[in-house]
């Protein structure tokens, strides 16, 4: 198995950026897809974006796309999400997940790992 270790979060104005990391352990990182949810409180966990196991692939939410950049160095065993131009409905907690395959990449079910996740609150 995989141990997932979220970093980064915090308070940012709108407009804002901040950068995500999530460094692994245990079991290969290169043989996983890896993905970011985030979940608000009062609401379910929700996609944000997914990167393949090779970092070829990636894939995001509506909302983020073009605001927020999923990426990967295997050689360091970590995960990274760049988010620009932050705005209030970006506040939640955002977790990293690893998963075998990237199919079904957006539904959190999907995934066998989890981090504890970090905050990240965006103020107006």
């Known amino acids: 198995q995989v141990q997932l270790v979220e970093s980064g979060g915090g308070s940012v104005q709108a407009g804002g950026s901040l950068r995500l990391s999530c460094a692994a352990s245990g079991r290969s990182f290169r043989n996983y897809a890896m993905g970011w949810f985030r979940q608000a409180p009062g609401k379910e966990r929700e996609f944000v974006a997914h990167i393949s196991w090779s970092g070829s692939s990636t894939y995001y939410e509506v909302s983020v796309k073009g605001r927020f950049t999923i990426s990967r160095d295997n050689a360091k065993n970590t995960l990274y999400l760049q988010m620009n131009s932050l705005t209030p409905e970006d506040t939640a907690v955002y977790y990293c997940?690893?998963?075998?395959?990237?199919?079904?990449?957006?539904?959190?079910?999907?995934?066998?790992?989890w981090g504890q996740g970090t905050q990240v609150t965006v103020s107006s």
């Open positions: 997940a690893a998963k075998d395959l990237s199919r079904d990449y957006s539904d959190y079910r999907s995934y066998d790992y």
